[in-house]
């Protein structure tokens, strides 16, 4: 977990600089062009390397129904953070349609996977702290820049370098914290790297107009390193208890809780800046709910109860991290 959640963070270290001088040379729709070179060399790739597997066929009708559910509710989620900060707060009535379709998705034999997963002990904790962290990111990664180029007067990539401390963070604590969590303990390690993000991402509170590029980057690179040390535990801790045929499904659910915050907090940051008319206090107030949410993660995990590791494979050892 280490490992992976190093590699990760590098496309992240090189997309915000690379974006900068894109936007600079060529303007910002050429951003999206990237996705296709990149698409190509990771299906190059997957069909050298990944083994052969049975040939694609088309999915039963219930999994048509599944998606439709579960993308209409987190639409009506996003459109109505999204139409709230143009037109008011009566849209937010649009996010109460999104409790019936995950009622009647809930009632589908497809859910029973996720509901036997949410079930067990020792599974919401990671799962709740992951959504939180990654929602604090998505804000924070949206705000910023624009923190820096409207009130410091930077450019387009001196931005995009400041913002590659956070992930540079990231990258250089996550072996530590897949260290620390197999030699101290997952859930102990997660609980640290923590408190080092929402310190870090206090630290930005002040978003101060007299402060330079070097002030906002040991402060992303400081929450960077915080987040290094969560991610790897914390999605340990999730893999470890969950039963093991639903391992799968647990994957899903970690990489969901992700995507979700990511695909939130930039919604979640214009709903608050909106609220002051796009002054630098609803920029403060965008970071105030982010500091929140990591601490809202620190409290996810430091709640959890004592879970009991499933039993091992033969010649493999279930970690137990019921000590605090």
Known sequence: MGLITTLGPLGLISGPGLGGVIVDVLGWPWIFFVNAPVSMLVMSVALRTL???????????????????????????????????????????????????????LRMPSSSAVRDL??????????????????????????????????LGESVSAAGATILLFPAGMAAMGPVGGFLGDWWGPRRTAIVGAVVFTVGLALLLPLDGSWSPADMAWRLFVAGCGNGLFNAPNVAMAMTHAPQRLLATTGSSTSLARTLGFALGPALATLMWSISSYEPAGMRAAITVATALSALSVLALARMPAPRAPAAAPGHRAVDDAVT
């Open 51 to 105: 083994p052969p597997s049975t040939p694609l066929r088309v999915p039963e009708r219930q999994w048509f129904a599944e998606s439709v559910l579960l993308s209409a509710a987190v639409a009506a989620l996003l459109f109505a953070l999204s139409f709230t900060a143009g037109g008011g707060p009566a849209w937010m009535l649009l996010a109460l349609l999104a409790v019936p379709l995950l009622l009647v998705w």
């Open 118 to 151: 949410f079930r067990t002990s020792g599974e919401v904790g990671p799962h709740v702290a992951l959504a939180s962290a990654a929602t604090a990111i998505g804000t924070v990664f949206f705000m910023i820049p624009f923190f820096m180029q409207r009130e």
